[in-house]
């Protein structure tokens, strides 16, 4: 087994990297990053040891409902998303506390009243468009799993020509060691 896999080390750190990095982008690019919280919360760890090795890639708890969308409760968004409202499982008030900061934060001020013509404050359009998430969900983004997608296209090829160039690093330095002890 290998004692320091320095090459699938490196291989591993550039595509976690690439995955943070792309991810990232993706969002920037959907605009669904409107405080840079979630973006500024994606990172990587990796790990490694005899016979394994771990990538594991961390986020805002709310990023897998950005990705990978929420079924809403009349009519969907998001078909394929394990992720629905009213099923009970999620945080009681959460939606409504995210929606009332988005409103804030994007400074959604200059809606009106359809009937009176007088602008509505920010409270009632949060209340609003909250009624209307819960209803027809929020559509996938995709931004993460696109990004893994593209890691694992060429991922299992390079884990082993890393992996193959470790262990012959290994193999030269258990001979060159042999040697050493052999002539000392």
Excluded: C, H
Excluded at 43 to 64: C, H, L, P, Q
Aim: avoid cysteine.
């Amino acid at each position: 087994m290998l004692k320091d896999p320095k090459e699938l080390k490196k291989t591993l750190n550039g595509y976690a990297k690439f995955l943070v990095n792309q991810s990232k982008a993706n969002l920037k690019a959907d605009n669904k990053n409107v405080s840079g919280r979630l973006s500024n919360s994606i990172r990587y760890k990796i790990e490694t040891g005899v016979g394994m090795f771990d990538i594991s890639i961390f986020a805002e708890d709310y990023a897998k409902f950005i990705d990978q969308g929420v079924q809403g409760t009349t009519s969907t968004k998001a078909p394929n998303s394990p992720y629905r409202f009213g099923s009970g499982t999620g945080k009681s008030g959460g939606l409504t506390e995210g929606i009332e900061k988005w409103v804030k934060r994007r400074g959604l001020r200059r809606w009106r009243d359809e009937k009176t013509g007088r602008f509505i404050s920010q409270d009632l359009i949060a209340k609003r468009i909250i009624r209307s998430i819960w209803n027809k969900g929020i559509a996938p983004s995709m931004f993460m799993t696109n990004a893994l997608n593209q890691v694992m296209k060429n991922l299992p090829d390079d884990i082993l020509k890393a992996y193959a160039l470790d262990i012959q690093g290994q193999i030269f330095n258990d001979i060159k060691n042999q040697e050493i002890n052999l002539n000392g």
